[in-house]
């Protein structure tokens, strides 16, 4: 594509100059008004030169930037959130929570999310409770000096699947599988692309590689990724008996890490509308106060009167 569009690009810069000068030329053997008109034609030919050259360099660029990444961009789907004054689907981020749990849990940390947070966004505090005993943290030292492990408390954080990276790496094939707490907001795209991520595995196309371990995905950079398609349909049960389909998980799970990347989301945008309403309010009163205020300065009239006769 780059070469004939270069190849375009020459001939263009240099016709318009040669029309110019094959013009000119002619121009100082007519009389005035045939040298007006074909001045004329020449700007505009030049003009017109010029623009399309703009254009093509433009397009250039443009298929220079895109062509070069070859993976799909993730389409933005309606979610319950994507309005300005909406709200996030809390049944849904329960049940992100339960697929997280069950699915992603067996090999990504979230280690910024404690079972605290879970407390007046997805369960109660006694559900959180329950959900945070279920797991075994170890705690210490205790008086003999050893380290013990304890049912989970409301304070403790997710439990990490690996003990550190170097294990992680180990069981995948080399990938370390990052971190969810912040996943939507590192990556371009955010819970559109986690969607897409998820529900996005097919074949690889011939002529991809695909090393031991991997697996395509046409939405992940580069197209191998190391980590298998995990959601299918009924791979668990839903406690709100909401249909178990792969893309509902991948809805839920979704919504639920950008619950989790960004959890001040709904009073934000609640503190949005409050101030909007606010601000327009008080800006309605500060105009009607400062015509008050400035209406005698507005409305007065400065008169000069000379001294008559005399001069200083
Ligand atoms: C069997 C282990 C395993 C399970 C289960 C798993 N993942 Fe992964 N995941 C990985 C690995 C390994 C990578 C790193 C892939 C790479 O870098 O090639 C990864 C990467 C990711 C990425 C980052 C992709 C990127 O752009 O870098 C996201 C997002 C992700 N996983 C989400 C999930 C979600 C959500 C679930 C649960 C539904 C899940 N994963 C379940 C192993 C797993």
Not at 15 to 28: G, H
Not at 113 to 138: C, D, F, I, P, W
Not at 235 to 253: L, R
């Amino acid at each position: 594509m780059v070469v004939p569009i270069s190849l375009l690009k020459s001939t263009l810069t240099q016709k318009p100059a040669d029309m110019l000068r094959r013009c000119l030329l002619s121009t100082t053997s007519n009389n005035n008004g045939n040298k007006f008109k074909k001045a004329l034609t020449c700007a505009l030919l030049t003009g017109t030169g010029a623009g399309s050259l703009l254009l093509l360099t433009a397009l250039e660029n443009s298929f220079r930037t895109n062509a070069s990444d070859l993976e799909l961009h993730p389409t933005h789907l309606p979610w319950n959130h994507s309005g300005t004054f909406q709200a996030f689907d809390h049944a849904s981020i329960r049940r992100g929570y339960e697929v997280y749990k069950q699915v992603c849990s067996a090999c990504h940390s979230m280690r910024f999310l404690a079972y605290r947070n879970l407390v007046g966004v997805s369960h109660t505090e006694v559900q959180a409770k329950m959900e945070a005993e279920q797991v075994q943290v170890t705690d210490g030292p205790n008086e003999e000096g050893k380290m013990f492990q304890r049912p989970g408390k409301l304070s403790d954080r997710f439990p990490s699947p690996y003990a550190n990276d170097e294990a992680a790496r180990f069981a995948n094939n080399g990938a370390i599988p990052p971190d969810l707490s912040y996943i939507t907001a590192a990556r371009h795209g955010g819970e559109d692309y986690v969607f897409a991520l998820l529900t996005g595995y097919c074949n690889a196309p011939a002529g991809i590689p695909l090393r031991e371990g991997q697996h395509f995905n046409p939405y992940f950079p580069g197209g191998a990724i190391g980590m298998g398609q995990t959601l299918f349909n009924e791979v668990i049960e839903y406690s709100d008996g909401t249909p178990a389909t792969a893309s509902q998980f991948a809805k839920d799970v979704s919504t639920f890490l950008r619950w989790a990347a960004e959890p001040e989301h709904d009073i934000r945008k609640q503190m949005a509308l409050k101030a909007t309403m606010m601000f327009s309010l008080l800006a309605m009163i500060s105009y009607y106060y400062k015509r008050h205020k400035w209406t005698v300065l507005k409305s007065r009239k400065l008169e000069f009167r000379p001294r008559s006769g005399k001069s200083d």
